[in-house]
């Protein structure tokens, strides 16, 4: 007889199926047991509820007060066969794992709210709009509403906040981008429910989970802010086509499929009248070459919206002339659309709108201007939104790559109008009337336009044959499609690391000759370069409101380091800027203060010498067991570098960098804080911790320290951990990689600087009092500073961090030549880390600092050991 837990495993694993489906999930099978139950004993499954069943199971807009029961019946019945599969795929891809996620109370308790609370919000959404769109809200009113699209969508949504931060803003995102793009464009009852159950349902989630729902900006990354603008231009190219697929589309921005779709409707009225007329003839060939139309048509009249798409992507990646591109579009459509909504206005009728071409065009119906302003504002708004985040487009390609697109574009284009014309001469029978070689000609532009826009212009001819058919509208798509790949490419083209005229001058001269730990990050973007009249150094500066901010010391040959600092502050006061030198070592202060400078501490850098590096002993006793408990996990440091990881890898790098941004209420920072744009440098090593199956569970970056052309060192830059993962994965990575390069001959690492951060030497895993003779009160200032940031941004705790690791501390200074500037410098250094913080973002940081509670200073020490490390998403602060 087996053991009583072998018996309960054994009959455990022979239960049924359906008893395990059961057992995770009851009300979502039983719901689609009902869901059929319902049809197919009411004969609705292939036609859905008719006759005298439907009011009284199907929503619609006078459901309330008289049949309000339909509010709850109506998710049990679809209107189609294919409705009930599709309802029935939908709830049991989310039900079954957001039941046994959620429990089957929450879970009941989020889809019965969604859904009932999303009917009565498209309710209400309907009676508000008789007053702006009254023929809109009458048209609604004959519409209705069955199937439990709205509750599946609503538990989804609430089934996010059980997500953490960045799958959760993504998934929304997705979520509510599709529905209000369907809500937007298609208009249907159905649509606006489904909108509102899935509002409901992400306030109700929260709620659900004990906690209040949060109303705040999101914060993101420039990654994550490049997806978000690229998304949103997407959404707005994929709206006119989902408006032109449906075959009565009626919301409020319907009207703009005509600028995107522009093969318009004839109805077989008109096409009767215009064929029968002979002074008609070349209207009656246009209007059956849109009825006609193939796939090369339908992709020529969605020439703006793919056109769109591509773009996207390249917003996506950063790009700048993607982002130009997308401005010229978007602002060419908001005149586009103030024309067309102008003659409306002028001609239409208060039901229909005549529009340029072949017969009359319905418009939705809106007799309110709101209505056809609504429309105009759209591309008008994605102007605007693309403007203001211009900065995020600044990636270029490499030099000459637009000049070479514009000539490969044109000799495709001269290639097919080439081809178009010897082909067409070839076919000339096969149009109507035929075409001599002039005609052809005049008419090679016409092709390569979208179709539908030349029809206020008569065509010289028309294709009868499909030959003739195939060449008339397949050169348009050859040569778009063309076009695209050719663009998709310069997208694709690997971004040159110079961002700067000097740039790639001041990386040789850094590699050839030295500077200090931090040197590397004057390569990064928004960094100008002074060189000296040797030509063999250079300082990185930006200049901010009058003050040239320098990041490290001058890099060149040492003996010229005085030399350089008095000819560059020369030159500043030539330019009428006032320099100022930011994170200098303790040598070049002394030198700056024998010259009659001010100088304060601003951070604390942490140096670990490898000679001798064993981490033996009880101080190192952390350190050990993170390493003993990764090899346990089996969990490995791995190095790579960004081009050479492979897509699995950067993709969950990316991944915790936007989680840890996604947490904060404040942007990253930036200047001597790297982000994960600067990953991305063949010279910059990462670390992973990763295990076996390829999970990354933490990451380092690496910064190289050259000395007189050799690596003698490398900097840690950029540190994020996985909330979920490994705890202990930044201590097992710093020291992995301090045992790793002490093998290959390098002799210390750098773990950067901790701002407003300063030792306790008694104590350093405490921040350092006060120091009575310091500069005045500056220095009291900075450490008050240091303690209110510190909720925020965790210098002081990251310092202390660091302690555990036993290094030797090398102060590091801001050097000014006259304290009257000492305010224009704050300025200067604030607008340096913090470049994109917004007004709202200004303020979130003031309320947190003046909440920040008062406590008093411990009077004892504690066990460096004991000090937590840095959370999941924190970094070295440089």
Same mark, same amino acid.
């Given at each position: ?15 049924? !199926? +359906? ?16 869901? +059929? ?53 939908? @709830? ?10 959620? #429990? ?51 538990? $989804? ?18 979520v509510f981008a599709l529905l209000v793009l369907l809500a937007l464009y298609s208009g249907g009852f159905a649509d606006? @429910? ?13 709620? !659900?989970?004990?906690?209040p729902p949060r109303f705040r900006r999101p914060v993101s990354s420039r990654h994550e802010g490049r997806v978000l ?7 707005? =190219? ?14 409020? !921005? ?12 004839? &109805? ?113 708004? *994605? ?22 697109? $514009? ?26 009337? @035929? ?7 005049? &008419? ?42 050719? @663009? ?15 740039? =790639? ?18 390569? +990064?973007?928004?960094?100008?370069? +002074? ?8 300082? =990185? ?14 890099? #060149? ?14 030159f500043c006061t030539g330019e009428g800027w006032t320099p100022c030198f930011y994170s200098v070592p303790q040598d ?77 209420? !404040?942007? /990253? ?30 990451? *380092? ?27 202990? #994965?930044? /201590? ?147």
């Amino acid at each position: 007889m087996l053991p009583q837990h072998h018996v309960s495993a054994a009959s455990s694993g022979t239960r049924p !199926l +359906w008893q395990e489906i059961l057992r995770g999930a009851p009300l979502t099978v039983g719901f689609v047991l009902a869901f +059929w139950a319902a049809g197919a004993l009411s004969s609705s499954l292939f036609s859905g509820p008719t006759g005298a069943l439907r009011p009284h199971v199907a929503a619609t807009a006078h459901s309330l007060p008289g049949n309000w029961w339909a509010l709850l019946t109506c998710a049990l019945w679809a209107q189609n066969l294919g409705g009930y599969v599709l309802g029935t795929a939908l @709830v049991l891809a989310v039900g079954m794992p957001l039941e046994r996620r959620m #429990g089957s109370l929450k879970f009941a308790a989020a889809a019965l709210a969604s859904h009932v609370l999303g009917i009565g919000a498209a309710l209400a959404l309907l009676a508000a709009a008789r007053q702006t769109m009254g023929s809109w809200a009458q048209e609604m009113s004959g519409h209705l509403f069955l199937g439990p699209s709205a509750l599946t969508a609503g538990v $989804a949504m609430a089934g996010t906040a059980m997500m953490p931060t960045l799958w959760r803003r993504r998934v929304r995102l997705v979520v509510f981008a599709l529905l209000v793009l369907l809500a937007l464009y298609s208009g249907g009852f159905a649509d606006l @429910v489904r909108l509102g159950a899935a509002g409901t349902g992400a306030l109700l989630g929260p709620l !659900l989970l004990g906690r209040p729902p949060r109303f705040r900006r999101p914060v993101s990354s420039r990654h994550e802010g490049r997806v978000l603008i690229a998304l949103l231009v997407a959404v707005s =190219a994929a709206g006119p086509v989902v408006a032109g697929l449906v075959p009565h589309a009626a919301g409020p !921005l319907s009207v703009l499929r005509f600028l995107f779709t522009n093969i318009q409707p004839v &109805d077989p009225q008109t096409l009767q009248s215009l064929c029968t007329d002979p002074g008609q003839a070349k209207d009656c060939a246009a209007a059956q070459l849109q009825l006609r139309a193939g796939a090369g048509g339908i992709f020529m009249a969605i020439l703006p919206s793919f056109l769109l798409l591509l773009l996207a992507d390249g917003l996506r990646r950063g790009r700048r002339f993607a982002w130009a591109g997308a401005v010229l579009i978007q602002l060419a459509l908001s005149l586009l659309a103030g024309i067309t909504i102008a003659g409306v206005l002028q001609r239409a009728a208060p039901d229909t709108a005549a529009v340029e071409g072949i017969g009359t065009i319905e418009a939705p119906g809106y007799p309110h201007p709101f209505s056809l302003v609504l429309p105009l504002l759209l591309p008008v708004v *994605l102007s605007i939104v693309l403007l203001i985040t211009r900065r995020l487009f600044l990636v270029a390609a490499p030099p000459g790559t637009y000049t070479r697109l $514009a000539l490969q574009i044109f000799l495709v284009g001269a290639a097919l109008g080439a081809f178009y014309l010897l082909a067409g001469l070839a076919l000339a029978g096969d149009f109507t009337p @035929v075409p001599g070689p002039a005609e052809l000609l005049a &008419d090679i532009p016409d092709r390569f336009l979208p179709l539908g826009y030349m029809l206020d212009v008569s065509p010289a001819f028309f294709p009868q044959s499909t030959a003739a058919v195939l060449l008339y509208e397949g050169i348009g798509v050859i040569f778009w499609a063309a076009t695209a790949g050719l @663009v998709l490419n310069t997208f694709l083209r690997a971004a040159p690391i110079q961002h700067n005229a000097g740039a =790639a001058r001041a990386r040789e001269i850094l590699k050839t000759r030295q500077g200090s730990s931090l040197s590397w990050m004057t390569t +990064w973007p928004g960094n100008s370069y +002074w060189f000296s009249s040797t030509g063999e150094s250079f300082i =990185a500066y930006r200049v901010v409101g009058g003050i040239a901010l320098t990041l490290g010391v001058p890099v #060149g040959p040492g003996p010229q380091t005085k030399a350089t600092f008095a000819d560059f502050t020369r030159f500043c006061t030539g330019e009428g800027w006032t320099p100022c030198f930011y994170s200098v070592p303790q040598d070049l202060r002394d030198h700056a203060a024998s010259l009659g400078w001010g100088s304060v501490q601003v951070a604390q850098e942490t140096i670990l010498p490898l000679e001798s590096m064993s981490f033996r002993g009880k101080k190192f006793q952390d350190i050990r067991t993170a390493m003993n408990n990764a090899a346990k996990a089996g969990i490995r440091a791995e190095w790579t570098t960004y081009a050479t990881a492979p897509f699995s890898v950067l993709a969950q790098i990316q991944e915790l960098s936007e989680e840890w941004v996604a947490d904060k209420k !404040l942007p /990253e920072m930036g200047f001597t804080l790297g982000s994960l744009d600067e990953l991305n440098d063949p010279d910059v090593r990462l670390l992973l911790a990763i295990d076996g199956h390829q999970r990354v569970h933490a990451v *380092l970056s690496w910064l190289p320290v050259y000395r007189n052309g050799i690596i003698e060192g490398w900097t840690l830059d950029y540190m994020r951990r996985r909330s979920t993962g490994f705890r202990a #994965g930044i /201590e097992f990575l710093i020291a992995s990689a301090a045992l790793s390069l002490k093998d290959e001959g390098c002799g210390f690492i750098s773990l950067s600087g901790a701002p407003l951060a300063r030792v306790n030497t008694d104590s350093p895993h405490l921040p350092a009092p006060s120091d009575p003779q310091a500069a005045g009160g500056l220095d009291r200032l900075l450490d008050w500073l240091g303690a209110t940031l510190e909720p925020v941004y965790g210098f002081r705790s990251l310092l202390a961090f660091k302690a555990k690791f036993q290094p030797h501390y090398e102060p590091l200074y801001m050097l000014y030549p006259d304290a009257a500037s000492l305010p224009a410098i704050g300025n200067a250094v604030t607008r340096a880390y913090l470049p994109t913080i917004s007004l709202g973002e200004s303020l979130a940081l003031a309320r947190r600092i003046l909440r920040r509670p008062k406590r008093s200073q411990p009077a004892g020490g504690r066990n460096p050991t004991h000090v937590p490390g840095p959370k999941h998403g924190d970094g070295p602060k440089g």
